[in-house]
């Protein structure tokens, strides 16, 4: 079955590390997206890829980093100059907006 | 600054009653429109899209589009506990990512 796979399900940072957070999807779609959600928020942007070697940021970019080296792939990296990385990531495909997103389950990212 | 406006709830209707929820865009230009689900600790899922004014079901879901006023809503009917949610409403505005509303949380009381 197609889909979009994230990992870990939960991840520990301690302060001062970067982390890596995983999102691979086999359903053939151009468009990738990151999204951070905080208790009682709505889902913030904070990068996107539209094709592969290339991506742009959202409105909370700051402090994360992306690759998109195969269509297949975009991790995400939270660096340690993002101060409050404590949320639910969730990670998103799309072959054309008229069809909407299709997300991943999510990865819960604890500071320790 | 595109916006996509929720009423946060919580929205409690009983059992078997319609329940509604509605969301207003501020970019006249949007161009379709999404309704995601999301349970507690899980990953919103797609339940309904719209394109054109009007009226489209499926199911136990109806979704009303009204471009001229810029609103959007979802009605469900014969409302469940399992419905018990938050609702995303998403707006797609042109060659952007999709605009997420806050999401209105509903719950359906047995």
């Known amino acids: 079955d197609g889909g979009i796979t994230q990992s870990p399900k939960y991840l520990f940072r301690k302060e001062g590390q970067n982390v890596t957070l995983s999102c691979e999807q086999n359903?053939?779609?151009?468009?990738m997206y990151w999204y951070r959600q905080d208790p009682g928020q709505g889902l913030r942007l904070i990068y996107y890829?539209?094709?592969?070697?290339?991506?742009q940021k959202g409105d909370i970019a700051e402090g994360y980093s992306v690759s998109r080296e195969k269509k297949e792939s975009f991790p995400l990296t939270v660096t340690s100059a993002q101060k409050n990385p404590t949320a639910f990531y969730l990670c998103?495909?799309?072959?054309?907006?008229?069809?909407?997103?299709?997300f991943g389950s999510g990865t819960r990212l604890t500071v320790v | 600054q595109k916006e996509v406006e929720q009423n946060s709830g919580p929205l409690s209707v009983p059992e078997g009653a319609i329940a509604s929820l509605n969301c207003t865009y501020s970019d006249r230009g949007s161009q379709s429109f999404f309704w995601y689900r999301q349970y507690s600790g899980k990953s919103p899922e797609l339940i309904m899209f719209?394109?054109?004014?009007g009226d489209k079901e499926d199911g136990r879901f109806t979704a009303q589009l009204n471009k001229a006023s810029q609103y959007v809503s979802l009605l469900i009917r014969d409302s469940q506990p399992s419905d018990s949610a938050t609702y995303l409403c998403a707006v797609n505005s042109g060659n952007t990512p999709l605009v997420f509303g806050k999401g209105t949380r509903l719950s359906v009381i047995a």
């Open positions: 719209i394109y054109s004014n």
């Open positions: 998103a495909s799309s072959k054309d907006r008229d069809y909407g997103y299709t």
């Open positions: 890829s539209q094709i592969v070697n290339d991506f």
């Open positions: 359903l053939n779609h151009d468009a």
